[in-house]
Every structure is written in C-alpha cells, then in structure tokens.
C-alpha cells in the first residue's frame, strides 16, 4: 500500500489533515503529515523538504501530496524521492523564483470574498484550526526556490472549484502555465478540503496515486 507524505500549508500544522489520514488509513494506506518548521528563520524549503522526508517510515511506495504553500515544498521532496507528486490548491513554483515573489509572477489578486479559508469547514473543526495557526519564516520568503525545474515524476493536481482564496479561474490559468498538458482534477470544496471534505479528498488522491 501507498505512504502519503503530505507537506500542509503555510501557518498551518500537520492536524489539518488527520481526517484525510483517519480515510486512507481505513483503506490500508498510510499518511505522514508532520509540522513543518515553518516558524524557524534559520531553516529553507529545502529543510522543510527534510523534515518531510526524514517523517516517513519508509521510503518505498511514496506519493508526496502538496497543499496551498506546501505546493512548494513537496516537489523538492518528491525530486528526492523520484516519488509521484499531488498538488493540491497549491502554489506551483518556478526555478529561482522566491515565495514572496510568486504572488506577482502568477497574477494573483484577492478574490474579495470573505473567510476564503473555512467558509465550508464545519464550525468546530475551523475554530480549531485557527488555535493550531503558526507564524511563518519570513526568511523563507525571500528564499529562492531551489530546483532548476519540477520533478519529471507522474503528477496530478487537485482543483477546488469553491476555493475563495486560490480561486477556480487564477488556479486553472497557473496550471496551464505552469504544469502543461495536466488537466486539474476537480473536488467541489474550499481552500481547506482536507477538513470539509475529507472523505471525498483522500479517494481523489488514491485514485490519483493509483494513476
């Protein structure tokens, strides 16, 4: 069965994704989600990258997972790896270029909309996700990403078609740009599907992983 090593996103922790462990636990998988050291200054992507791969209890049979900011994390995990790669509403990086300047490079703008992260997460769930938030490195901002270029590893990428913070329109347009000829698999849930729709995003991803 398949590891999935899933980098969670920025100023997030690796709870936010423990229903999507529960489902493809139950279906003989397993899922590392650790916390990143997203707050520590003295670390880069790279070492992010590290503590993903350093969690797994095995390096065989790995899918690496990327949600929102981890989009630029689990590729440099994944290139470690040779490992297939599922982004999921995630930033798509490019050689060199550094997080704070990826927002510009990619043309985003703020939808406008309010709570674009937990719109559809149910309430108890949100709340505590919100007590688990963390500062991020602001020293990993400026970083430049580190690859000359992302994995030639079997990719899939999961679009969420009511995110309000990556929305429907600005992540079909970066991965066109960015990953062509991969058509987005679509899941009807938020910029935080793994708590509104767990269940349905851990089949996504065993379906991805299965090909």
Request: net charge negative; hydrophobic share 45%.
């Given at each position: 069965?398949?590891?999935?090593?899933?980098a969670h996103g920025g100023g997030d922790v690796g709870?936010?994704?423990?229903?999507?462990?529960?489902?493809?636990?139950?279906?003989?998988?397993?899922?590392?989600?650790?916390?990143?050291?997203?707050?520590?200054d003295d670390t880069t992507l790279s070492d992010w990258?590290?503590?993903?791969?350093?969690?797994?209890?095995?390096?065989?049979?790995?899918?690496?997972?990327?949600?929102?900011?981890?989009?630029?994390?689990?590729?440099?995990?994944?290139?470690?790896?040779?490992?297939?790669?599922?982004?999921?509403?995630?930033?798509?990086?490019?050689?060199?270029?550094?997080?704070?300047?990826?927002?510009?490079?990619?043309?985003?703008?703020?939808?406008?909309?309010?709570?674009?992260?937990?719109?559809?997460?149910?309430?108890?769930?949100?709340?505590?996700?919100?007590?688990?938030?963390?500062?991020?490195?602001?020293?990993?901002?400026?970083?430049?990403?580190?690859?000359?270029?992302?994995?030639?590893?079997?990719?899939?990428?999961?679009?969420?078609?009511?995110?309000?913070?990556?929305?429907?329109?600005?992540?079909?347009?970066?991965?066109?740009?960015?990953?062509?000829?991969?058509?987005?698999?679509?899941?009807?849930?938020?910029?935080?599907?793994?708590?509104?729709?767990?269940?349905?995003?851990?089949?996504?991803?065993?379906?991805?992983?299965?090909?």
């Amino acid at each position: 069965m398949t590891t999935f090593a899933i980098a969670h996103g920025g100023g997030d922790v690796g709870w936010s994704w423990h229903l999507v462990a529960n489902e493809l636990q139950a279906q003989g998988h397993t899922a590392v989600a650790p916390d990143l050291p997203i707050e520590d200054d003295d670390t880069t992507l790279s070492d992010w990258a590290t503590a993903l791969v350093e969690a797994l209890p095995s390096t065989e049979d790995v899918v690496v997972v990327g949600h929102s900011f981890g989009g630029l994390v689990a590729p440099i995990a994944a290139a470690r790896l040779n490992a297939p790669l599922i982004y999921v509403t995630a930033m798509l990086p490019a050689a060199g270029e550094t997080p704070g300047d990826w927002w510009t490079n990619t043309g985003y703008e703020d939808s406008g909309l309010e709570d674009q992260f937990f719109h559809d997460v149910p309430p108890d769930l949100a709340a505590e996700a919100q007590n688990r938030e963390r500062g991020m490195s602001e020293a990993a901002m400026g970083t430049p990403w580190p690859l000359d270029a992302l994995p030639q590893v079997p990719t899939h990428f999961v679009l969420c078609t009511e995110d309000r913070f990556f929305t429907p329109t600005f992540m079909r347009k970066v991965v066109a740009d960015r990953l062509p000829g991969i058509t987005p698999v679509e899941l009807a849930a938020g910029h935080c599907a793994s708590l509104s729709k767990p269940k349905e995003l851990a089949a996504l991803l065993i379906a991805c992983a299965a090909g």
